[in-house]
């Protein structure tokens, strides 16, 4: 089945690309801070995002984790 018709493995998806892209902001910044605009300026959205609202993402994070280890 698609990421796109299963909510939980869709917001699976998208955490994991919040979590990568502010990783990758850490160790590279000038990779994501030259791509604000068009396709490759999501990644740079999600890099913000993780930054920003990092322990709603964490907090995200560890229940999503709780879930898929104990409820899936």
């Avoid at 590279?28 to 990644?43: Q, V, Y």
């Avoid at 959205?45 to 993402?57: F, N, T």
């Amino acid at each position: 089945m698609s990421a796109l018709f299963n909510f939980q493995s869709l917001l699976t998806v998208v955490l994991l690309l919040i979590c990568t892209c502010t990783y990758l902001r850490s160790i590279f910044p000038s990779i994501l801070d030259r791509n604000k605009t068009g396709l490759a300026g999501t990644f740079w959205k999600c890099a913000r995002i993780g930054e920003r609202k990092s322990p709603y993402v964490a907090f995200c994070c560890v229940v999503m984790a709780v879930n898929l280890l104990f409820w899936s």
